[in-house]
Nanobody
Framework: QVQLVESGGGLVQAGGSLRLACAVS????????MGWYRQAPGKQRELVAN??????NYADSVKGRFTISRDNAKNTVYLQMNSLKPEDSAVYYC??????????????WGQGTQVPVST
């Protein structure tokens, strides 16, 4: 059974930093895109950043402050968040496009981790 387990969330003051991690466990064939989404209360879930084959993509609101990276040997994706703002407060979800067999991939989601940013 495939699982995405997130860690690293928690309360942080504005201007502070956090590093989120998401590890994929289970028997898999391949992992394609990995990324982070977030959802604030009353808002839709939005893409924060994703990474595929070393290429990264960021939401405009986090460019220059957040950095996504991945360790393929550990099937883990990270999100380094610096200069956090109150508007970054949300539940952060890990996402990965995973293939259990060759040629068949689908997205999987983590359980979410809270990141409240205080003023």
């Amino acid at each position: 059974q495939v699982q995405l387990v997130e860690s690293g969330g928690g309360l942080v003051q504005a201007g502070g930093s956090l590093r989120l991690a998401c590890a994929v466990s289970g028997t898999i064939f391949s992992i394609n895109t990995m990324g982070w989404y977030r959802q604030a209360p009353g808002k839709q879930r939005e893409l924060v950043a994703n990474i595929i084959s070393g290429s990264t993509n960021y939401a405009d609101s986090v460019k220059g402050r957040f950095t996504i990276s991945r360790d393929n040997a550990k099937n883990t994706v990270y999100l380094q968040m610096n200069s956090l703002k109150p508007e970054d407060s949300a539940v952060y979800y890990c996402n990965a496009e995973i293939g259990l067999i060759k040629g068949l991939r689908r997205p999987y989601w983590g359980q979410g981790t809270q990141v409240p940013v205080s003023t």
